[in-house]
């Protein structure tokens, strides 16, 4: 089992750049792949990006690519969401999750979910 703490959501302009973290609980982080998921205030929650176990693989939606980055540190058990030119329907509260097995964009397949992070993106 594991924990997922998010942090380092926030209010930013137009164009803006912010880097989301999770960190995990537990010792066997680097069996998880994990992922990057959002929800809009309406919306369902949608697929933003996903690594691998070793970070050697990624995954991620059509509209964040070239955006955003998703990255891992397996020594300090934490994956991170960097994202750049920030648009206003960016806007939501963005979850990582963990699953043992391999890339998925299906939140369904994912196994632990944090309590999610808001980013919030002004005109």
């Known amino acids: 089992q594991v924990q997922l703490v998010e942090s380092g959501g926030g209010l930013v302009q137009a164009g803006g750049s912010l880097r989301l973290s999770c960190a995990a609980s537990g010792r066997t982080f680097s069996s998880y792949t994990m992922g990057w998921f959002r929800q809009a205030p309406g919306k369902e929650r949608e697929f933003v990006a996903a690594?691998?176990?070793?970070?050697?693989?990624?995954s991620y939606a059509e509209h964040v690519k070239g955006r955003f980055t998703i990255f891992r540190d397996n020594a300090k058990t934490t994956v991170y969401l960097r994202m750049n030119s920030l648009k206003p329907e960016d806007t939501a509260v963005y979850y990582c999750a963990a699953r043992t097995l391999r890339l998925s964009a299906l939140s369904s397949q994912y196994d632990y979910w944090g309590q999610g992070t808001q980013v919030t993106v002004s005109p």
């Open positions: 690594i691998s176990r070793m970070g050697i693989s990624t």
